[in-house]
Nanobody, 119 residues
Framework: QVQFVESGGGLVQPGGSLRLSCAAS????????MGWYRQAPGKQRELVAT???????RYADSVKGRFTISRDNAKNTVYLQMNSLKPEDTAVYYC?????????????WGQGTQVTVSS
């Protein structure tokens, strides 16, 4: 019933910027913590950033100072502003959130969006 759709991925040169968006749809009561994860080829999925409903944030050490996570609760959307991108940022990026509906509360995942950083 609840779906998350990421957008904003693509190919960018090193040092460039991208902004990812992830919009939730469905009959949502409330979205609690939200986050961005990424998975590079041959690697486990890793945490990039998280944000609580009260806008407390946490970042992976590898992206601190370069990435910014934010959310718009009125739009049920989470964003990831990515600056100073590096080739090692290349991965499929997934958004995720803890969502409460009228029926249940659980973790939801988006389908992922590819980010490629290359010259």
């Amino acid at each position: 019933q609840v779906q998350f759709v990421e957008s904003g991925g693509g190919l960018v040169q090193p040092g460039g910027s991208l902004r990812l968006s992830c919009a939730a749809s469905g009959r949502i009561f409330i979205i609690y913590d939200m986050g961005w994860y990424r998975q590079a080829p041959g690697k486990q999925r890793e945490l990039v950033a998280t944000i609580t409903r009260g806008d407390s944030t946490r970042y992976a050490d590898s992206v601190k100072g370069r990435f910014t996570i934010s959310r718009d609760n009125a739009k049920n959307t989470v964003y990831l502003q990515m600056n100073s991108l590096k080739p090692e940022d290349t991965a499929v990026y997934y958004c995720s959130a803890d969502v409460a509906t009228e029926r249940e509360s659980q973790r939801y995942w988006g389908q992922g969006t590819q980010v490629t950083v290359s010259s």
